[in-house]
């Protein structure tokens, strides 16, 4: 079971991203999908969710407005629009997936049984 996420990269402040989280080994299509971020020092912190179906989006309140979290059930795939990207919003971003199809808090890490390895977005100003 992997989750791999790319799109990443380096980015003026304004700009935008798409990244991208690809599951492989068995589907997700079921599971609760979120997306955190690690900026150095500092703890892994929640940004965004998704339920199975992709009708329920939570997102963190530093990100509600400029970011979009969104699935293709179809490609085992979950996604993350990044726009008015701020350099606050450095960070290796991480995708995982709970174990089940719905979380109480999904901004708890430990509801996410399966992490992918992270990709580097770096916002300049």
């Known amino acids: 079971v992997q989750l791999q996420a790319s799109g990443g990269g380096l980015v003026q402040a ?14 997700f299509s079921r599971n609760y999908m979120g997306w ?3 900026a150095p020092g500092k703890e892994r912190e929640f940004v965004a969710g998704i ?13 509600k407005g400029r970011f979009t979290i969104s699935r293709d059930n179809a490609k085992n795939t979950v996604y993350l629009q990044m ?12 995708c995982a997936a709970a174990g089940t199809v719905r979380v109480g808090v999904p901004e ?16 300049s100003s």
């Open 14 to 27: 304004g700009g935008s991203l798409r990244l991208s989280c690809a599951a492989s080994g068995r589907t």
């Open 83 to 94: 726009n008015s990207l701020k350099p606050e919003d450095t960070a290796v971003y991480y």
């Open 108 to 123: 708890d890490v430990r509801v996410y049984d399966y992490w992918g390895q992270g990709t580097q977005v770096t916002v």
């Open 51 to 63: 339920n199975w179906s992709g009708a329920s989006t939570y997102y963190a309140n530093s990100v």
């Open 36 to 38: 955190f971020r690690q």
